[in-house]
């Protein structure tokens, strides 16, 4: 604990940049997550979140700035190296092997975790929580509609055992009725201790999962805080997740 109880951060950035040539994606952005809590990260398109996460998982270059997880800097740990040390993602787009079949797509979310044990305990426990893909388990991941891939995405991450995962944009392209269903499963996932770091334009749904909230814009942090106390801002909604809405 720090001196003034505020618990540790299990992941927390400091004034981290990513640029891609001219173009600054991410503007000196520090945020922290705690153990337990579900994080959300909103913003318009273009805002910088992908690029956010990315950086973190190491899969983009940091222009400046540091990561530190579990109290370690992680700044230039490969994605391979962060995924050991725990840190799960998600992308966007969902990215599943489509040709393999289900089983064989969380058997390669596996691979990291050398402890058999672990990984047919992990299998068990997320074939519970996700029985549609106990059911479509050797069809091929391509056959599966969009809201079954996007369990299967979240699935594939958490079966190396992460102590964070990043999902980004889980209800992307879904029906309301799916979207739902996947807002259902992180609440769950809520509830069984995992910390989360949400990105997603679905504002109104992420805010009422999350425990806190980051409000991205043109690459910059512009709000900060409690997610309820983003949801009752209207102003701040309006302003800038409106433009996410007119997009
Ligand atoms: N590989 C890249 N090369 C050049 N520019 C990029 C690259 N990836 C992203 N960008 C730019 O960086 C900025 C931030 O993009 P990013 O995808 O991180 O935003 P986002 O908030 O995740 O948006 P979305 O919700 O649409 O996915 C955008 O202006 C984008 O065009």
Sequence with gaps: MRPNDEPEAMLELDSVRVEYGAVKAVQSVSLDVREGEVVALLG?????????????????????????????????ASPEEKVRMGIGISPEGRRIFANLTVAEN?????SSQPDKAIRERNQH??????????????????????????????????????KIVMLDEPSLGLAPVIVERIFDLIAELKAARLTILLVEQNANEALAVADRAYLMHSGRL??????????????????????????
């Design 44 to 76: 318009p398109n273009g805002a910088g979140k992908t690029s956010l996460i990315s950086a973190i998982m190491g899969v983009v270059p940091i222009t400046s700035g540091t990561v530190r997880f579990l109290g370690r800097d992680v700044t230039l």
């Design 222 to 247: 512009r709000f900060e805080g409690e997610a309820s106390r983003l949801r009752e801002s209207e102003d701040l909604m309006s302003h800038y997740m409106g433009l996410a809405e007119a997009q």
């Design 125 to 162: 426990r997320y074939l519970e929580m996700f029985p549609i893909l106990k059911e479509r388990f050797h069809q091929k991941a391509g056959t599966l509609s969009g809201g079954e891939q996007q369990q299967l995405a979240i699935s594939r991450c958490l079966m190396a055992g992460p």
């Design 106 to 110: 969380l058997r390669l979310g596996a």
